[in-house]
């Protein structure tokens, strides 16, 4: 079992900078991929990025490429979404996942955890 809680939500004006943080608990954080995914109101929940047990790999969306930047921690059991230059379509509930395949993984259905999530408001 894997507890995950995500942090550093908030109201941000276009153009700034956020930086979500996602502590995890329970099991080895260092044998499990970690995701971040967003969902907007009235719309699916989407892959946003992901990053290998080590930290080596990383992939991202298209729509936040260049924009955000996943890393982790193994030795504080976190893992980060650096977000800068929101954009107002970035408002959503954002969350972590994970799950302990070894490959990065875009499906929200391959991933075993979640964590409740936490609001990012974009103002334009």
């Known amino acids: 079992q894997v507890q995950l809680v995500e942090a550093g939500g908030g109201l941000v004006q276009a153009g700034g900078s956020l930086r979500l943080s996602c502590a995890a608990s329970g099991r080895i954080f260092s044998s499990y991929t970690m995701g971040w995914f967003r969902q907007a109101p009235g719309k699916d929940r989407e892959f946003v990025a992901a990053i290998s047990r080590s930290g080596s790999s990383t992939d991202y969306a298209d729509s936040v490429k260049g924009r955000f930047t996943i890393s982790r921690d193994n030795a504080k059991n976190t893992v980060y979404l650096q977000m800068n230059s929101l954009k107002p379509e970035d408002t959503a509930v954002y969350y972590c996942?994970?799950?302990?395949?070894?490959?990065?993984?875009?499906?929200?259905?391959?991933?075993?955890?979640w964590g409740p999530g936490t609001q990012v408001t974009v103002s334009s």
């Open positions: 996942a994970t799950h302990n395949y070894g490959t990065i993984r875009y499906a929200a259905s391959n991933y075993d955890y």
